[in-house]
């Protein structure tokens, strides 16, 4: 950006020395390149004197910074521990600490020669714990194989596939236009459901909302298709609905034949139920 400015200054006093040369006057020229006057009889007088070269050179340079340099590197210091989205803070920082009043466009100037810039952080995944995860299967396992006959394991989840075709890459011919249908709406339907990996039971209900009261309904209707089981192991994330009032007070039954198990954090690859509806989602299926 500097560059182009720089460059289409000098383009400028060559225009106005070649109107000159054409027999134009000053005042002329001013008015064509909404100049002053004053500004094209100097560039004049340069060329006269020490011609194009010196017109050509770009001497302007800006003025020296307010700031010391022990000021610029406390501040750089203080940025960098930080993360301020506006130039509010950096200027009353800058004020109380410097005696230093800065605009907000001097405040940018600023950050920008001491080489910041303003964007985005980028997002990053928080990372699943390697041991909690190899603990959960090898509880998972344990109980796999010790299980007895009058208990049962669901994995559940709940899952918000939408009433929407969603277009994915695959080979066309060159030159046509293959087109989808969709919907005029984005409806979304929840579904709490389960998975009984052994029998393939999937019980499941379809609230209006996801919440304890559908995670609640979800674990009646687990137990109610299995009258057999003294005990039923169910699996299912941290979400907050999975622990609220709703679900413990339905955990406090004297009858109450269902064991909790929650999954490690930010492991929904562990949950079967949650791979599918990924699988399904992807159009892959």
């Known amino acids: 950006m500097r560059r182009q400015r720089e460059d289409h200054g000098i383009a400028r006093r060559a225009n106005a020395i070649l109107l000159l040369d054409d027999g134009k006057s000053c005042q002329q020229i001013s008015d064509f390149l909404y100049l002053d006057d004053d500004t094209i009889r100097g560039w004049h007088k340069t060329y006269l004197q020490d011609g194009w070269d010196a017109l050509a050179l770009d001497g302007w340079k800006g003025s020296q910074s307010r700031m010391t340099q022990a000021q610029q590197v406390a501040l750089c210091a203080w940025l960098e521990a930080r993360f301020c989205r506006s130039t509010v803070e950096i200027r009353a920082h800058v004020a109380a600490e410097c005696g230093l ?161 929650q999954l490690p954090p930010y492991c929904p690859h562990l949950n079967p139920p949650s791979r599918a509806c990924k699988h399904a989602l992807s159009g892959n299926n």
């Not at 810039?117 to 390697?130: G, H, N, T, W």
């Not at 389960?194 to 039971?201: I, P, S």
């Not at 919440?211 to 057999?228: F, H």
Request: glycine share 6%; with cysteine; charged share 25%.
């Open 101 to 261: 009043n800065y605009s907000h466009s001097g405040c940018i100037k600023l950050l920008a020669r001491l080489g910041f810039e303003y964007r985005k952080p980028k997002p990053l995944p928080r990372a699943a714990s390697a041991e909690k995860q190899a603990a959960f299967i090898a509880l998972y396992e344990k109980l796999m194989r010790e299980l007895p006959a009058d208990e049962a394991v669901y994995f559940a989840d709940a899952v918000h596939p939408e009433y929407q075709a969603k277009p994915a890459f695959g080979w066309v011919k060159v030159g046509s236009n293959p087109a989808v249908l969709s919907t005029a709406g984005r409806g979304r339907v929840n579904i709490h459901g389960a998975v009984n990996l052994e029998t393939f039971d999937a019980p499941f209900v379809e609230p209006t909302t996801v919440d304890g009261v559908s995670a609640v309904q979800l674990l009646t209707k687990i137990e109610a298709r299995n009258p057999d089981k003294r005990i039923i192991h169910v699996i299912w994330d941290n979400a907050a609905y999975h622990k609220g009032p709703d679900v413990r007070a339905f955990l406090a039954r004297t009858a109450c034949r269902i064991h909790l198990i």
